[in-house]
C-alpha cells in the first residue's frame, strides 16, 4: 500500500488565499468536496492518506508553507494537490502540474481519466514555478480539475472526478458504491446570517469557528439553517444606531470601545444587549463675548498621541476648531 498526502486547494479563511469563483461556486469549497471523497477512497482501498488541507492562513505563503509542512513530515510516496481554474468565463479543460513538466504515470492517468468525462485535454505542464510542487518532498503534482468560470461547470461532478483521480493514482477501480460519510453542517461566521456580505469565513468543525470568531469581535457563528449557535461574551459595539449596519467595531473592553468610538464622531457604544453606553459629547464652542473672554471645551483625553491627532481632524470636520494640550 502506498502513502499520499492530498491538499485541497486554498484556504476558506484568515488569508487572502481564497481561490476563484464562478457559476455560483467558490474553488475552495469544491476542492473540499473532491479532497475529501478522495481521500475516503483511498482510505477504503487500504492506503496511508494524509491530509494537507490548510482552512485559514495568516497570507498566501504562510499557507503554502504549512503544506509543504504537513507533507514533509508524511514521508509519504506522492503529493497531490487538487485546485479548479479559471480564467475568461470561456477558457475550458482540464491540466496537471508536475516538475518541469515530468511525464508522470499517475498524472498522465488522471489526466486521461477527467478528459474522457468530456473535459478539454490541456496536457501535463510545468509546475516548478508553482510553491507546493517545487517545494514537496515526494513526487508532486498539481490537478486543476476544470475551468470554475465555464461552460466546464456544466459537466463537473464531484464523485466522478474523485474516482477518475483514484483510478489515477492506484490503479485500481473505484467501488460505485457510496463511502460512507458523515454529514457535515457548515458553520458560517458573520455579522448576521442574512448579511452574506459580512462573511469572513466557514468551517467544517464547530470548534474551529468558534475560535475563528473568538478574534473578531462582535462576529457570530450561524449553522447551515440560519441557527445562531456561538458569539463572544462582553463584545462592546461601536455603531451609528443598534438596529443599523454602521458598526466599525467591537471590541471585549469598553475602555478600548470608548477610545475608538472618540475618533469616530457620531458613533456610539452599545453593550452586547444593545444598551447605549456611550457616545463622545462634541460641544459647539461658543462665540466670543464682547470682554474677549474665552472658554475651553474639552472633547476627549487619550494616551495616546496618534489618537489625539485624529480626534481634531475629525473636529475639524465638523467645522470646529481644536488644538492640542499636552498635560504630564
Not at 491538499?7 to 467558490?26: L, Q, R, T
Not at 504537513?70 to 496537471?96: C, R, Y
Not at 465555464?150 to 490503479?171: P, R
Amino acid at each position: 500500500m502506498s502513502k499520499y498526502v492530498i491538499n485541497c486547494g486554498h484556504c476558506v479563511s484568515g488569508s487572502f488565499d481564497f481561490g476563484a469563483s464562478g457559476n455560483g461556486y467558490k474553488e475552495q469549497d469544491l476542492t473540499r468536496v473532491v479532497g475529501n471523497l478522495v481521500m475516503a477512497k483511498l482510505k477504503a482501498q487500504g492506503h496511508t492518506v494524509t491530509n494537507a488541507t490548510v482552512d485559514s492562513a495568516s497570507s498566501v505563503i504562510n499557507a503554502l508553507s504549512k503544506i509543504c509542512a504537513i507533507e514533509k513530515s508524511a514521508n509519504a510516496d506522492m503529493f497531490v494537490s487538487i485546485h479548479l481554474n479559471a480564467f475568461n468565463k470561456s477558457a475550458s479543460g482540464t491540466e496537471v502540474f508536475t516538475y518541469g513538466a515530468k511525464e508522470i504515470p499517475q498524472a498522465r492517468n488522471i489526466l486521461n481519466n477527467i478528459v474522457s468525462m468530456g473535459f478539454t485535454n490541456r496536457g501535463i505542464k510545468d509546475g516548478k514555478g508553482l510553491y507546493v510542487v517545487h517545494n514537496t518532498k515526494s513526487t508532486a503534482m498539481l490537478v486543476e480539475l476544470c475551468f470554475i468560470d465555464s461552460n466546464d461547470m456544466k459537466m463537473f461532478n464531484a464523485e466522478k472526478m474523485a474516482n477518475a483521480i483514484v483510478l489515477g493514482l492506484t490503479g485500481k477501480a473505484v467501488s460505485t458504491k457510496p463511502v460512507a460519510t458523515t454529514p457535515k453542517t457548515t458553520f458560517y461566521v458573520r455579522l448576521s446570517f442574512n448579511n452574506t456580505k459580512s462573511e469572513i469565513g466557514h468551517f467544517d468543525d464547530l470548534y474551529k469557528a468558534k475560535e475563528f470568531a473568538n478574534n473578531h469581535i462582535g462576529y457570530k457563528v450561524f449553522d447551515s439553517k440560519g441557527k445562531y449557535v456561538y458569539e463572544l461574551a462582553g463584545a462592546f459595539r461601536v455603531m451609528k444606531d443598534w438596529n443599523d449596519d454602521s458598526m466599525l467595531a467591537c471590541f471585549d473592553n469598553l475602555y478600548k470601545a470608548k477610545d475608538y468610538a472618540n475618533l469616530h464622531v457620531g458613533y456610539k457604544v452599545f453593550d452586547p444587549t444593545g444598551k447605549y453606553v456611550y457616545e463622545l459629547a462634541v460641544i459647539k464652542p461658543t462665540p466670543v463675548v464682547a470682554d474677549d473672554t474665552t472658554y475651553q471645551v474639552v472633547s476627549g483625553s487619550f494616551s495616546n498621541r496618534e489618537n489625539a491627532d485624529k480626534q481634531v481632524e475629525e473636529l475639524k470636520k465638523e467645522g470646529i476648531d481644536s488644538f492640542i494640550s499636552i498635560k504630564k
